[in-house]
T-cell receptor, first 114, second 109 residues
Framework: DGGITQSPKYLFRKEGQNVTLSCEQNLNHDAMYWYRQDPGQGLRLIYYSQIVNDFQKGDIAEGYSVSREKKESFPLTVTSAQKNPTAFYLC?????????????FGEGSRLTVL | AQRVTQPEKLLSVFKGAPVELKCNYS??????LFWYVQYSRQRLQLLLRHISRESIKGFTADLNKGETSFHLKKPFAQEEDSAMYYCALIHSSASKIIFGSGTRLSIRP
């Protein structure tokens, strides 16, 4: 079954704890992205990576970190520095290092901070 | 700054009525614009792109550079069109895609 897999689907975290969201793709896509989806604010880009071992900050990178050690994996860590981490997180990938417009999305991970 | 604006958070129309989801953008140069859709319990997916000038599921969108708009239209709404719709453009750096805030379309029977 090809595509993008995000895990876990639901995650609860206590304040002050870091948490890592997993994103794996078997599409052999070069670029991967993390978006945050909040009601009324749409999708906001957190981080993106065009090639292995390289990534760039998006519009709301503060309080987040990523790594891209393998082409198929792009985990996102939500650190305790993120002031409002409760949100729905979407991972996506695209063929080629520059987007042609078609992003393939995962099912998302909903993080709730208690 | 490059930006995509969707002024309507919610649009509710009756089945069979025309639909127009508004999208305005700010961009210097020639933008590449897209509409994405997210049906209930499904993944966000590409609906159409302006360069293709295609009609998907009865939807069309025309790029109007003079008005900097890319509105999504359908002449006769169907109940299965109920979904969240996002307008998006490729940033001039060609490295990322910027999304609007989304419009929830609700089709009433």
């Amino acid at each position: 079954d090809g595509g993008i897999t995000q895990s876990p689907k639901y995650l609860f975290r206590k304040e002050g704890q870091n948490v890592t969201l997993s994103c794996e793709q078997n599409l052999n896509h070069d670029a991967m992205y993390w978006y945050r989806q909040d009601p009324g604010q749409g999708l906001r880009l957190i981080y993106y990576s065009q090639i292995v071992n390289d990534f760039q900050k998006g519009d709301i990178a503060e309080g987040y970190s990523v790594s891209r050690e393998k082409k198929e994996s792009f985990p996102l860590t939500v650190t305790s520095a993120q002031k409002n981490p409760t949100a729905f997180y979407l991972c996506a990938s695209s063929m080629g290092r520059t987007p042609t417009g078609e992003l393939f999305f995962g099912e998302g991970s909903r993080l709730t901070v208690l | 700054a490059q930006r995509v604006t969707q002024p309507e958070k919610l649009l509710s129309v009756f089945k069979g009525a025309p639909v127009e989801l508004k999208c305005n953008y700010s961009y210097s140069g020639s933008p590449e614009l897209f509409w994405y859709v997210q049906y209930s319990r499904q993944r966000l997916q590409l609906l159409l792109r302006h360069i293709s000038r295609e009609s998907i599921k009865g939807f069309t969108a025309d790029l109007n550079k003079g008005e900097t708009s890319f509105h999504l239209k359908k002449p006769f709404a169907q109940e299965e069109d109920s979904a969240m719709y996002y307008c998006a453009l490729i940033h001039s750096s060609a490295s990322k895609i910027i999304f609007g805030s989304g419009t929830r379309l609700s089709i009433r029977p």
